[in-house]
T-cell receptor, first 116, second 115 residues
Framework: AQKVTQAQTEISVVEKEDVTLDCVYETRDTTYYLFWYKQPPSGELVFLIRRNSFDEQNEISGRYSWNFQKSTSSFNFTITASQVVDSAVYFCALSEGSGANSKLTFGKGITLSVRP | DSGVTQTPKHLITATGQRVTLRCSPRSGDLSVYWYQQSLDQGLQFLIQYYNGEERAKGNILERFSAQQFPDLHSELNLSSLELGDSALYFC???FGQGAFKTEAFFGQGTRLTVV
């Protein structure tokens, strides 16, 4: 069965600090997809990134970067120079490659607070 | 704006009642997924429909049911409501059958409060 672990529950940083959110996953499939979503206080789930299991290249999008390491089954998310608007709950999710199992399995989420 | 529309945004109802939550997927998306977010269970997959047919089922209670209509909008019906059903219910849509094929975009959710 697939599983996503976000061991950090709450992180508090001061604006402009860098912060890394950890995500560890478990799956038996060789083909799978990893996601990060942001849930701001308003409640909606905002898609941030999707990465497939065959692409281990790190990705950077502005202040956001993702480090995917299959050897450690981790897909960590770093926010550089954090801002107050980054305050939200961040979820890591996994979808296995089997067509019969298309659901997203979410971690418990990490509450990030960025203080001015 | 994700393009996925959920109505209503908030719903307050009494125990034992029945409610219907509605979801309109993004234009062109054929799959609709329903998720429940509660404080104790986190985000849990309930059910998926693809082009009108049920494709995958999660830990959905027998008191809950869903369907997807020919115009691809979906409804989640919750009956004999209990206090523990209070949660944020999300709908997501994607083009393909599997969330892994494309990004899954979520609606803003319906917050259900059972009193």
């Amino acid at each position: 069965a697939q599983k996503v672990t976000q061991a950090q529950t709450e992180i508090s940083v001061v604006e402009k600090e860098d912060v890394t959110l950890d995500c560890v996953y478990e799956t038996r499939d060789t083909t799978y997809y990893l996601f990060w979503y942001k849930q701001p206080p308003s409640g909606e789930l905002v898609f941030l990134i999707r990465r497939n299991s065959f692409d281990e290249q790190n990705e950077i999008s502005g202040r956001y970067s993702w480090n995917f390491q299959k050897s450690t089954s981790s897909f960590n998310f770093t926010i550089t120079a954090s801002q107050v608007v980054d305050s939200a709950v961040y979820f890591c999710a996994l979808s296995e490659g089997s067509g019969a199992n298309s659901k997203l399995t979410f971690g418990k989420g990490i509450t990030l607070s960025v203080r001015p | 704006d994700s393009g996925v529309t959920q109505t209503p945004k908030h719903l307050i109802t009494a125990t034992g009642q029945r409610v219907t939550l509605r979801c309109s997927p993004r234009s062109g998306d054929l799959s609709v997924y329903w998720y429940q977010q509660s404080l104790d269970q986190g985000l849990q997959f309930l059910i998926q429909y693809y082009n009108g047919e049920e494709r995958a089922k999660g830990n959905i209670l027998e008191r809950f049911s869903a369907q997807q209509f020919p115009d691809l909008h979906s409804e989640l019906n919750l009956s004999s409501l209990e206090l523990g059903d209070s949660a944020l219910y999300f709908c997501a849509s994607s083009f393909g059958q599997g969330a892994f094929k494309t990004e899954a975009f979520f609606g803003q959710g319906t917050r259900l409060t059972v009193v």
